[in-house]
């Protein structure tokens, strides 16, 4: 099992360009969220997913929109990149959300100019 | 909303101390969870328990519910337990336990 992938590694963005985050778990896990992590500050949560077409809004929502048409992949777009932006993204999966253990993604270091 | 404080911030110890990292947390909840992440790394489940305490080599985790606080130890310490930990809980107890609240972390440093 590659358990949870992320694709890019590193992104660098000029404000206002867009941009996909990708997403991936082979463990059939129904529960998908994504985070941001800034320094001097916990995890936040941007957005989850449930399960196939099921998504809900997180913490800090702007500006950021997700899908989930497979139970593998959850892509988090950028619509319009802000230097607040600025952060490391990390994408989970679990079998059934907070009260299961967490499996997370490598982490997607982005730079917004 | 479920708060989830962290202490202390930054720890640094000497090879082979006996490390303790506390966690508290301000609504009831069902599980907790206890993560690691190395510097530049991912981050990596260690523990999620609902009561009492769980061991996986040299580290333990025990919780109390009643007092809302949970602890990570860590024994005969070593550099590459070098690492921020952090501590995590469901946001709240009416429906949001799908989302996780997560402390700030604890960045501790193992000196040889």
């Known amino acids: 099992n590659a358990g949870v992938t992320q694709t890019p590694k590193f992104q660098v963005l000029k404000t206002g360009q867009s941009m996909t985050l990708q997403c991936a778990q082979d463990m059939n896990h129904e529960y998908m969220s994504w985070y941001r992590q800034d320094p001097g500050m916990g995890l936040r949560l941007i957005h989850y997913?449930?399960?196939?077409?099921?998504?809900d809004q997180g913490e800090v929502p702007n500006g950021y929109n997700v899908s989930r048409s497979t139970t593998e992949d959850f892509p988090l777009r950028l619509l319009s990149a802000a230097p607040s932006q600025t952060s490391v993204y990390f994408c989970a999966s679990s079998y059934g959300g907070g009260r299961e253990t967490q499996y997370f993604g490598p982490g997607t270091r982005l730079l917004v100019l | 909303k479920n708060e989830v404080e962290q202490s202390p911030q930054n720890l640094t110890a000497q090879e082979g101390e006996f490390i303790t990292i506390n966690c508290s947390y301000s609504?009831?909840?069902?599980?907790l969870h206890w993560l690691q992440q190395h510097p530049g790394g991912g981050i990596v489940s260690l523990f999620m328990?609902?009561?009492g305490k769980k061991k996986h080599g040299r580290l333990i985790a025990t919780i109390n519910i009643q007092e809302k606080h949970s602890s990570l130890h860590i024994t005969a310490s070593h550099p590459r337990d070098s690492a921020v930990y952090i501590c995590a809980a469901p946001g709240s107890t009416q429906g949001g336990s799908e989302k996780l609240v997560f402390g700030k972390g604890t960045k501790l440093t193992v000196n040889p």
């Open positions: 609504v009831g909840i069902s599980a």
């Open positions: 997913s449930v399960g196939a077409g099921i998504t």
């Open positions: 328990l609902s009561s």
